[in-house]
T-cell receptor
């Protein structure tokens, strides 16, 4: 059972570079989301999607783009990386929504922007 | 804005003793309260959750209690074991939204042998 798969696990970017963090789930979940985790701050929601073709902003969306062309995939794009985006990024999926059901998380991507 | 406060930030207990982590939420419309455990290098994993129409829920050594009037909920772990060492997060639904949670800052639980 693969569950939620994130790639890459580690990434170093230079300021101004762009990149895409990949997320795929094989549980046929409608809801997917991206979080960033910073020390002492818990998890903060970046963007989420309630189904293919539908995305919405979370708490900290600036500097990030998402799209949901299929149920399985939910990539996160950093448009122009900044040191403030150094963080650990988690993708999660849920049958209906993390606000009322279990969220299944990927292993995370540790991103460093220099 | 709405928030969830979690205490303590670090908790060290002797193996076999009990551990209690407390959270307070501000949004009176919150109706879903999950607890997640995060082991080093992994994503969070749900260990127990409770809904606003229930006051207490147990699952083996783990229990959660909810006091809606005081707007706080707690995680209780009894007979702690070394594998309980991890970071624990509480969360509350953003109002009655199905789509968003407000997360606590986390508690690092250390089990001393």
């Amino acid at each position: 059972n693969a569950g939620v798969t994130q790639t890459p696990k580690f990434q170093v970017l230079k300021t101004g570079q762009s990149m895409t963090l990949q997320c795929a789930q094989d549980m046929n979940h409608e809801y997917m989301s991206w979080y960033r985790q910073d020390p002492g701050m818990g998890l903060r929601l970046i963007h989420y999607s309630v189904g293919a073709g539908i995305t919405d902003q979370g708490e900290v969306p600036n500097g990030y783009n998402v799209s949901r062309s299929t149920t399985e995939d939910f990539p996160l794009r950093l448009l122009s990386a900044a040191p403030s985006q150094t963080s650990v990024y988690f993708c999660a999926s849920s049958p209906t929504g993390t606000g009322n059901t279990e969220a299944f998380f990927g292993q995370g991507t540790r991103l460093t922007v220099v | 804005g709405e928030n969830v406060e979690q205490h303590p930030s670090t908790l060290s207990v002797q193996e076999g003793d009990s551990a209690v982590i407390k959270c307070t939420y501000s949004d009176s419309a919150s109706n879903y309260f999950p607890w997640y455990k995060q082991e080093l290098g992994k994503g969070p994993q749900l260990i127990i959750d409770i809904r606003s129409n229930v006051g207490e829920k147990k699952d083996q050594r783990i229990a959660v209690t909810l006091n809606k009037t005081a707007k706080h909920f707690s995680l209780h772990i009894t007979e702690t074991q070394p594998e309980d060492s991890a970071v624990y997060f509480c969360a509350a639904s953003m109002g009655d939204s199905n789509y968003q949670l407000i997360w606590g800052a986390g508690t690092k639980l250390i089990i001393k042998p």
